[in-house]
């Protein structure tokens, strides 16, 4: 579970008596959300960095903005793994990728786009991968998810585990009555930790991404104990503001099943034993 001092502020209805003790199943398994779905995951010793997005305008001025990145994509230093879950805006920037320190690690990419803007910045080690394949890359058992973006921008999730430790970043699925797949991948690959991008939003009553309910339903098919939102820091804008969004909606929801775990960018969390 989460460290006393990070669920005090992801879980404020909470108090410290009511938080339980947890042996750890295996090596250490923390994380770090970066901003949206930037994120940082340490894993039994490996270092995962997930849709690296650090540009200033968030790769989507006029649309979405966001705040700054917690750190600077410099401060990252080496990972094992990287991940990229979507092509669209704040899920993967060729600027971005230009900026990391790290040239060595792996990237596994959902569209060979991706994977062409990545080669020519010099990344070798760039592998295209589809829902249902599953590899051992940089240490880290991945098993690559169902998901799918905004309008035609393809997209996947990665199930990572390693020692024992199990995280699920499910990307941006699409809403579950619209595409079930993400909902019957949950149900065969539990996890300690669920991180869902649920921006909720909709066009003339048409969903068009997940939502909040949808999110926590996801995380409970994968039984698992905490369930992290990866959206809480964009805000449509201009023509981005027209669509409805339900992206903070999550933050209103009673804490049963799934643990929330709404912290701020920069701070992180640590899924084991309470210290």
């Known amino acids: 579970m989460v460290t006393r001092r ?9 108090g410290a008596a009511a938080l339980p003790a947890m042996a750890s199943t295996g090596g250490l398994l923390r994380f770090v959300r970066i901003r949206h779905r930037t994120m940082l995951i340490e894993l039994d010793g490996r270092r995962v960095l997930v849709d690296p997005s650090f540009e200033p305008a968030f790769g989507a001025p006029g649309l979405v903005t966001a705040p700054a990145p ?10 094992d793994l990287v991940l990229v879950t979507g092509c669209e805006p704040g899920a993967f920037g060729a600027a971005s990728a230009r900026r990391l320190r790290d040239r060595a690690a792996p990237w596994l ?37 169902p998901s799918a973006s905004l309008a035609t921008w393809p997209g996947v999730g990665f199930h990572l585990s390693r020692g024992g430790r199990t995280l699920w970043c499910a990307g941006a699925p699409p809403p579950i009555d619209v595409d079930g797949g993400a909902a019957a991948f949950a149900k065969g690959h539990p996890a300690e930790v669920a991180a869902v991008c649920a921006l909720g939003l909709a066009i003339g009553g048409t969903p068009l991404t ?26 449509p804008t201009g023509i981005g503001a027209l669509v409805l969004t339900q992206a903070r909606a999550l933050q209103g929801h009673p804490p049963a099943g799934p643990r929330l775990v709404v912290v701020p960018a920069g701070t992180w969390c640590r899924v084991g034993t309470i210290g």
């Open 70 to 79: 917690a750190f600077d994509a410099g401060a990252v230093g080496d990972v």
């Open 109 to 145: 990419v959902p569209d060979e786009g991706v994977a062409k803007a990545l080669r020519h910045q010099g990344f070798r080690r760039v592998r295209v991968v589809a829902a249902g394949q599953r590899l051992h890359v940089g240490g880290v058992d991945v098993v690559v998810s």
């Open 6 to 14: 990070a669920f005090a502020l992801a879980l404020p209805w909470l």
């Open 210 to 235: 997940l939502d909040a309910d949808d999110a926590e339903l996801l995380a409970r098919l994968a039984r698992a104990r905490y369930l992290v939102p990866l959206h809480l820091d964009a805000t």
